[in-house]
């Protein structure tokens, strides 16, 4: 199971954590994504990290704001957001797949993505 916890209320130009803690199995071989969901709009992808590997992957919309990274010991993930805006309001959303089905499906693909969190709001005020 996956528990995305660190959303809530920011102004734009702010920065939020969001942590996403791993159970119940190794995640070894898997790759860590968030994605977000508007309001009123689809599921997408924001960023992707390697479990073991500690490759990443961004989002044009979020590179060089955001940063993703994973903790293998703890079996958790992060995602550091910098600079805020108003349109990263959505519920973000933690996901886990196996590389062997992301590399054919695409690590930005939610597709690929066979484990999924509750999801967290974030809301980036004026």
């Known amino acids: 199971q996956l528990q995305a916890s660190g959303g809530g209320l920011v102004q734009a130009g702010g920065s939020l954590r969001l942590s996403c803690a791993a159970s119940?199995?190794?995640?070894?071989?898997?790759?860590m994504g968030w994605f977000r969901q508007a309001h009123g709009k689809e599921r997408e992808f924001v960023a992707a990290v390697t479990w073991t590997g500690g490759s990443t992957i961004y989002a044009e919309s979020v590179k060089g704001r955001f940063t993703i990274s994973k903790d293998s010991a703890e079996n958790t993930g992060t995602l550091q957001m910098n600079s805020l805006k108003i349109e990263d309001t959505a519920v973000y959303y933690c996901?886990?797949?196996?590389?062997?089905?992301?590399?054919?499906?695409?690590?930005?693909?939610?597709?690929?993505?066979?484990?999924w969190g509750q999801g967290t709001l974030v809301t980036v005020s004026s």
């Open positions: 119940g199995r190794s995640f070894s071989g898997f790759a």
């Open positions: 996901a886990a797949g196996p590389m062997f089905k992301l590399v054919s499906t695409s690590i930005t693909n939610r597709d690929g993505y066979d484990y």
